[in-house]
């Protein structure tokens, strides 16, 4: 199947720095990348729809402020989380579907934010 | 809206024994559905989808779902479990279209013990 490679796959930074995480679709072209957040031992909520070339639509409750998504190509989106608190402190997921195959959706291996 | 139900949060079956997984959906369109395992601090593994052809759907590891239109259903099974089985399980929806995310149930954890 297709492999969507996201980095880091740990992090832990300082309060008020901020964490670029990438994600990678390698063997096919991603039109439009998902991030989610998942709390322990809970679901992932999705935060936004990231497009390539246009602005990400975020889902309510989500500061777009605090978390910046670029999508510069149809194999790359970047999720940035800006002036960290340990509140951000949580398992991010990306996901990415096949242009060209409307079925599954693929996912990054998840990056583990600790902010202290 | 598209939103997934799953029906308790904790599974626990005996090694050898049948695993079923509960799973309701609400959606206004034809949805597509699937099933995904996490192992702790891991990505989504897909198990199985349905796309709107074979309502019966075989999945990797000997898992399968049933979609039931009328029941508005999706659950998850498996003969006989193993101990490498357990994990959470997350059903998910989403609508045909490439540029739409899946929505993800809360998850069951499953536990097989010896």
């Known amino acids: 199947g297709a492999v969507v490679s996201q980095h880091p796959s740990r992090v832990i930074c300082k309060s008020g720095t901020s964490v670029k995480i990438e994600c990678r679709s390698l063997?096919?072209?991603?039109?439009?990348m998902f991030w989610y957040r998942q709390f322990p031992k809970q679901s992932l909520m999705l935060m936004a729809t990231?497009?390539?070339?246009?602005?990400?639509?975020?889902e309510q409750g989500v500061e777009k402020d605090k978390f910046l998504i670029n999508h510069a190509s149809l194999t790359l989106s970047t999720l940035t989380v800006t002036s960290a608190h340990p509140e951000d402190s949580s398992f991010y997921i990306c996901?990415?579907?096949?242009?060209?195959?409307?079925?599954?959706?693929?996912f990054g291996q998840g990056t583990r934010l600790t902010v202290v | 809206a598209q939103s997934v139900t799953q029906l308790g949060s904790h599974v626990s079956v005996s090694e050898g024994a049948l695993v079923l997984l509960r799973c309701n959906y609400s959606?206004?369109?034809?949805?597509?559905l699937f099933w995904y395992v996490q192992y702790p601090n891991q990505g989504l593994q897909l198990l199985l989808k349905?796309?709107?052809?074979?309502?019966l759907v075989k999945g990797i590891n000997g898992f399968e779902a049933e979609f039931k239109k009328s029941e508005t259903s999706f659950h998850l099974t498996k003969p006989s479990a193993h101990m490498s089985d357990a994990a959470e399980y997350f059903c998910a929806v989403s609508d045909a279209q490439a540029g739409t995310a899946l929505i993800f149930g809360k998850g069951t954890t499953l536990s097989v013990s010896s």
């Open positions: 959606s206004s369109v034809p949805p597509y």
């Open positions: 996901s990415a579907r096949d242009a060209t195959a409307n079925t599954e959706a693929f």
């Open positions: 063997d096919f072209q991603a039109t439009t």
């Open positions: 990231s497009n390539e070339g246009s602005k990400a639509t975020y």
């Open positions: 349905y796309t709107s052809a074979a309502t």
